[in-house]
């Protein structure tokens, strides 16, 4: 197949997976400007039996449709085109470009609760949108979750379609609507495992995922209580008792029992969580309606102009070193990275999907970064130029100027939930806090100690 050209434009590329019954490819549509990379599914029948055939043809169209439906959502891919070619039916979807979300969540690494809540927030308003369209997604796992470059929103992949299609074209024709058992164990809920899904059957293979995040445990290996066989989990994470809760109502053995769609769980986010909920993900919302200019330094002007700090020789040496721990997805990673405003961001950005025994080597491999940034500075506070922030008194009152240099160093550190903490401060104080005392509850908020710390010594020293 590689090389083909499939109904006269789509040019096969490469393979990306595939069995018995068909292959995923990657191929150029030739006919569209710029000739994009688009994804074509191959589903090869077992047999070409005529009446066998007209049965395929009639599912294989059925599933079409459904897709077509689905491509309305901005986070599934977009249905292309589908056709029949010397008996063989193909799909053409979106090609979305970016990596699977198996990149993100770790053996022993564990996502914040933070990070979880905006995964559940997201993934949740695509199953509402499909549930709606009484579709099922059935194979929700890490591997079918792609984080999308440009916006780095998620994106649901591989419906299941062409599965399903398959697997019930090599049963009996008489008997094609029997429903068929499809999924990944561990993922999977017992009555899905049965061949009887349910909407919540999504519902549950997310909250596992959720657990996988919190826990750094494969769900091979999950805890199961010995009489219930439900998860047990909560004491392997950090996790507050109402996201605790909502996570463990999805995973519930028996489908009665959880929540019943998606929008009820996304009603329950939104009560426990108003402010994570409401943050936009692709930005970083400001308290502040208007801001004065802030200064920007010779490294961050080279990020705003070529949207990267690195450059060439860095970025193919940078590389290199992640190609050596992750393997070809750090091409993907390194691009989504490269936009840090500074290297030590850039650097902790990426050891997010690194396992924790190879951060620090990350870590020593890549000190030639801030030691060049360390060389710059020094060289820039050398020269006449006054300073942008005047010397902090720590006993002072808090001055928008100051929350402001607060926001931005808070958020380059945890991201748009830094904008929450510094509201709900300064509420629960009425501002009458000094500054020692506000930094000081700040750095509470932040999990990781070398970055709480890092933003004590930013404002205190």
Not at 59 to 67: D, G, K, N, P, Y
Not at 116 to 128: A, D, E, M, R
Not at 277 to 294: G, N
Not at 390 to 417: A, M, Y
Request: glycine letters at 4%; hydrophobic letters at 35%; charged letters at 20%.
């Amino acid at each position: 197949m590689l090389g083909n050209l499939l109904a006269r434009r789509y040019q096969i590329l490469q393979i990306l997976g595939g069995g018995g019954f068909g292959q995923t490819y990657i191929a150029l549509d030739t006919q569209r400007p710029g000739h994009p990379k688009c994804v074509v599914k191959q589903f090869r029948p077992v047999t070409h039996n005529p009446g066998f055939l007209e049965t395929a043809r009639r599912l294989f169209t059925s599933e079409a449709e459904t897709l077509e439906k689905l491509g309305h959502h901005e986070q599934i891919p977009r249905l292309l085109a589908y056709f029949e070619e010397n008996q063989d039916f193909f799909l053409v979807q979106e090609y979305i470009e970016g990596h699977a979300l198996k990149a993100e969540i770790l053996p022993d690494h564990k996502w914040t609760e933070n990070q979880v809540i905006f995964l559940l927030q997201q993934i949740l308003n695509i199953l509402k949108f499909i549930h709606s369209h009484n579709v099922i997604h059935r194979d929700i796992k890490p591997d079918n979750i792609i984080r999308r470059i440009i916006d780095n929103k998620l994106v649901m992949i591989d419906f299941g379609a062409v599965k399903q299609v398959r697997t019930q074209m090599n049963t009996n024709p008489e008997q094609i609507e029997i429903t068929v058992a499809i999924g990944t164990p561990g993922y999977t809920s017992i009555e899905q495992g049965q061949g009887k899904p349910q909407a919540n059957s999504d519902i549950y293979s997310l909250g596992v995922i959720c657990i996988q995040a919190l826990t750094g445990i494969h769900p091979r290996e999950f805890e199961e209580h010995p009489h219930t066989r439900e998860i047990l989990w909560q004491h392997r994470a950090m996790v507050s008792p109402p996201l605790a809760s909502i996570i463990s109502k999805m995973v519930l053995i028996n489908f009665k029992q959880r929540y019943q769609s998606a929008k009820e769980v996304l009603e329950e986010l939104q009560q426990n969580f108003p402010f994570i909920v409401e943050t936009p993900l692709t930005q970083t919302p400001s308290v502040w309606t208007s801001q004065p200019p802030i200064s920007v330094s010779p490294q961050q002007a080279i990020a705003d102009q070529s949207g990267s700090i690195l450059s060439p020789e860095k970025r193919d040496r940078l590389e290199k070193i992640l190609v050596e721990l992750v393997g070809p997805v750090a091409k993907t990673l390194l691009r989504r990275a490269a936009s840090a405003p500074n290297y030590q961001q850039l650097i902790d950005n990426l050891c997010l999907h690194l396992p924790e025994h190879q951060r620090i080597e990350f870590q020593e491999k890549t000190i030639f970064l801030l030691e060049e940034e360390s060389h710059t500075q020094r060289q820039t506070s050398s020269q006449a130029v006054p300073s942008r922030t005047p010397p902090i008194n720590n006993n002072s009152t808090i001055s928008d100027s100051f929350l402001r240099e607060c926001e931005q160093e808070l958020v380059n550190l945890i991201g748009p939930i830094a904008v929450f903490l510094i509201q709900k401060a300064i509420k629960s104080t009425n501002g009458q806090i000094s500054r020692t005392e506000f930094v000081k509850s700040l750095a509470a908020s932040i999990p990781d100690t070398q970055k709480s710390l890092q933003f004590q010594q930013r404002f205190l020293s």
